[in-house]
């Protein structure tokens, strides 16, 4: 019997590179807090780099052509929204602030992990049972906010919190890794932006399994403290001070309910990449960007940003003298919930993409204005 025919495409991402997403996910890494996952990233990804550097803060760089003046960057952030402990009442429940804009409204009744300095101590989001809370149907509903959710890890006082290793200042992110759903999608906690991590890995992976050669220097940089201000993006765009970066980050599927189109633009999960324009993104470039994804028939999507991309976007461009940079986004639903959730094809998409779109590049590229 002759063998059928199949028009399905051969994947970009692997069994091999699935495998590290799960680990890289389903691993935790708070910002400030980063230098665990940053330690397997690097692992991953240094078979397909020649040299990699690190920073003071855990921000780290793959490199491919060191010696080369002309720099290119693609860059994603390695940190993932968590919460701070913040103060332990006396009869040991845990009160917290937010480590970057995790989100308060999903928190009750979601599992924790502490991470304390004996070690991961679990610990719930309690609140109080519909029972009690509608015993009286004159009292309103309580919504939670920071300042009455809390946690308790079963501990009865303060003392037995603490003999558990949870400092005032330890980190806890929610437990709710990898998972795949129907239809090619892929849900977890911090997919923001893991994923982009791993897509900026997997890039350098293609150019090394093709055997591409290119006519500058690469920084694969996954950078720590996006969450709080795009921090460590600035430290190593000062450090690398490229000509050119790329940035990949999730931005918001519009398509789900309660979210306003006429606001947030038309972005949809499987339709492909989200390219914005906004000031801190460079014209030329996201023209280059525009026509390589024609070219090579790669859907994608456009949409605006006001005054800043809120990406690390925005740290290469205004860094030094000014840096030439792109955003290549790649839509997400329900940003900052432990349930984000993204589309296989707009993995592959976004891989190829930013690879393609570094075959076009040489230090010939003309960006200037005038
Ligand atoms: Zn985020």
């Not at 996952?37 to 803060?57: A, E, R």
């Not at 991590?197 to 350098?204: D, L, W």
């Amino acid at each position: 019997m002759a063998k059928a025919k199949t028009s399905r495409k051969k994947s970009i991402v692997t069994d091999e590179s699935l495998a590290f997403l799960k680990k890289y996910i389903n691993n935790a890494s708070p910002t400030g807090f980063e230098s665990g996952g940053q330690k397997l990233w690097l692992n991953y990804i240094k078979p397909f780099v020649d040299t990699h550097i690190t920073d003071p803060y855990g921000s780290a760089a793959g490199i491919i052509n060191a010696d080369s003046p002309f720099k290119v960057v693609i860059e994603a952030h390695a940190d993932e929204i968590s919460w701070f402990v913040n103060y332990i009442t006396p009869d040991g429940l845990i009160y917290l602030k937010r480590n970057g804009g995790v989100d308060h409204q999903v928190a009750p009744g979601k599992r924790v992990i502490i991470h304390g300095r004996k070690g991961p101590v679990k610990a719930v989001f309690g609140w109080p049972a519909i029972h009690t809370r509608m015993g009286n149907p004159e009292s309103k509903e309580p919504s939670p906010r920071v300042d009455n959710l809390f946690l308790d890890c079963g501990a009865r006082s303060k003392k037995e919190v603490e003999a558990t290793g949870i400092h005032i200042g330890a980190v806890a992110t929610y437990e709710d890794g990898f998972e795949e759903l129907s239809y090619g999608y892929y849900i977890g906690r911090a997919m923001d932006n893991r994923i982009g991590g791993f897509m900026i890995a997997e890039v350098a992976r293609l150019l090394k399994e093709n055997k591409k050669k290119l006519p500058y220097g690469l920084y694969v940089v996954n950078a720590v403290q996006e969450e709080i201000g795009l921090r460590g993006a600035e430290m190593m765009a000062r450090r690398i001070k490229p000509n050119i970066a790329i940035i990949t980050d999730v931005t918001h599927d519009t398509t789900t309910p309660m979210v306003n189109k006429i606001i947030e633009g038309d972005v949809a999960c499987g339709k492909g990449p989200s390219l914005a324009y906004g000031p801190a993104v460079h014209n030329k470039l996201i023209d280059i960007v525009e026509a390589t994804a024609a070219k090579q028939k790669i859907p994608v999507q456009m949409r605006t940003v006001s005054r800043s991309t809120g990406t690390d976007t925005d740290s290469f461009a205004y860094a030094n003298d000014g840096c030439p940079s792109v955003l290549i986004s790649i839509p997400l639903r329900y940003m900052h919930t432990p349930v984000e959730m993204l589309h296989k094809d707009d993995i592959e998409n976004t891989i190829k993409l930013m690879y393609e779109t570094l075959l076009t590049l040489s230090p010939k590229t003309n960006l200037s204005y005038f």
